[in-house]
């Protein structure tokens, strides 16, 4: 596909363009004064000129939307490799700044970008897709995150459900092995099922249509209470292998470690067939991502190699355990607002495969995970910041698993280089 | 004592947000004291024991609290064990689920398992955030703190008493929070409750033994004794 084959962008109105100019303004004096990466405060304040802004910045885009629990930043990352590939500017919230000024702020910096991939916090689909009219939405994986914000996650996909089948032009990428998400995109006109993958079972036990108790044999399910089962899937991650529509079967070689990012890239790849790119083409561009946003980056501090990863939640700590390297492990965890204020989530994880090695316990809730701990007899010792781990340690490497907070604290430390 | 059977109510249904601490922490507090643990996870298509000696339930949201309810009272075993006297532990939605009714989707009524005499409904608002209560001081629990993170109102019968009065947070939506009769409990503090409250996990203990618990060993309480006391403490949480 060729630039010229798009629409060409309509000239925003006068106050709308002062508004991207203003936003734009403010999220450069924001960077200036070291307040965050500017993404954010530019669209707020556009937004305050201009509340219809985000509407008329999307007009004319061909936009692609990543949403779920767990991968929006690293699955908008890929897909905008993917899609780099034809070669044209595309606009992306690429640090994760995911509600509606994020949008306004990506969307605004890259005002000739036809293309765009921008990840959507999932509490925010039905309204983002109302005012942005989306290509193509991907539906990662739905399950326990934040639920003092949330409320429950079934209401989420039901809301999904309902924005879905009023959005008719756009494409649904779903994830078929995830129940609740399959649910979620059952009245779209157009999908593609994906099997990309459930590790975490522990929010669909039960039929989001009917509640009854699920049947799981492999990666199939369905209910015996009522009609529903998972959809025939066109995509399939099988391994380290991808196979597209055609059968074709392609090893999936990713920079980015474990089972997760090989769903994320699988999901990327069917976002980038939509657009006209093969596997064989996209695929490099995917497998070469190696640091997302400061995730899964090592870095170098005091003669100890550490390595970032990013935990928000029971699923995303299943994903992060897995793809652990042997040797010492510190974990931290925070309980701010974004991170959730409810510590409850630690006991839905399982920490024992964590007894034998060193680990080590930080964060502003150490004692919540301390407990956790103790209650799955792994042996740790708490210390006060991610310097003090490396000084005890003597190790020539070491993992960090941290939730959202505590991963931007322990970034900082580190330096913004992360 | 011969093993101290737990029993878990359909984890699938009923396990919203780390109802498992529960189960963590009363089969360490009891081993911590020389009790031999039997765990038995029953999930929702599956009988439920009747031998049981504490019976956990946890949390859900509205379409398998409904199915768990449901399914309870056909299978019949938690009934029959609750009335030869086994202890029956019920957070949030469980709490709900033992009594005589509760909120259904959309808020309509739907009947309880009537473990004990409370009827819950759906409130104006949702109760999001911490809580602290002091315990009716008859059970000798220390002051609870935990999460609560729901929309139920729940009035008690009589013969029924409050679990605790609230100090701050929503609870039971009277200024009280959680019920209990004989060895049937309950409580809005959601998820992993007994972890900030080891002395409540001691209480359902006790009730199974009939008898005073041994001492546990200060330094196995420390981790916990310092989280108590920083969740305790008025502070920007």
Known sequence: MSTSSLPSRARLPFRARLATTVGGAAGTASRLAGRGDGSVIGGVIGLRLKPDLLSLLAQGRQIVMVTGTNGKTTTTRLVTAALGTLGQPIASNAFGANMEAGLVSALAKAPDAILAALEVDEKYIPSMLQKTQPRVLVLLNLSRDQMDRAAEIWMLARRWREAIAAAPDCRVIANADDPLVAWAAGQARQVTWVAAGQRWHDDSWCCPQCGAHLQREGDDWHCLECSYRRPPVSWMLVGDQVIDPAGRSTTLDLVLPGRANRSNAVMALAVAEVFGVTVPHALPAVAGVRSVAGRYTQVDRHGCAVRLLLAKNPAGWLEALDVLEPGPVLLSVNAQTPDGRDTSWLWDVDYRRLRDRPVFVTGERRMDLAVRLEADEVLFRLVGSVDEAIDLVRAPSMEVIANYTAFQQIRAVLGRTV | ?237
């Not at chain 2, 360490?28 to 643990?37: C, E, S």
């Not at chain 2, 009589?158 to 019920?179: H, M, Q, R």
């Open chain 2, 1 to 237: 004592m011969a093993a101290l059977r737990l029993v878990w109510i359909y984890p699938d249904l009923l396990s919203t947000y780390g109802d498992r601490g529960n189960l963590l922490v009363l089969a360490r507090r009891a081993q911590l004291r020389g009790i031999a643990v039997e765990v038995a996870q029953v999930n929702s298509d599956q009988r439920i024991p009747a031998d049981g000696d504490v019976y956990l339930l946890g949390g859900g949201e509205d379409l398998p609290q409904i199915l768990a309810a449901r399914r309870l009272a056909s299978d019949g075993g938690l009934t029959k064990a609750a009335a030869r006297g086994a202890v029956v532990f019920a957070v949030c939605a469980g709490y709900q689920i033992i009594g005589t009714e509760f909120g259904g989707v959309d808020g309509d009524p739907e009947p309880g398992l009537g473990l004990i005499d409370i009827s819950s409904g759906r409130g104006d608002r949702r109760g999001v955030g911490e809580v602290l209560a002091d315990v009716d001081p008859e059970l000798g629990v220390e002051r609870l703190t935990g999460f609560e993170n729901h929309q139920g109102v729940t009035r008690r019968g009589p013969g029924v008493k409050p679990l605790a009065t609230v100090v701050s947070g929503v609870g039971n939506g009277d200024g009280t929070e959680g019920a209990y009769a004989g060895r049937v409990l309950g409580t809005y503090l959601h998820g992993p409750a007994l972890v900030r409250n080891p002395s409540l996990a001691d209480l359902l203990l006790r009730w199974v033994t009939g008898a005073p618990l041994p001492a546990i060993n200060p330094r196995q309480e420390e981790l916990v004794a310092t989280l108590r006391r920083e969740r305790l403490t008025p502070a920007p949480a």
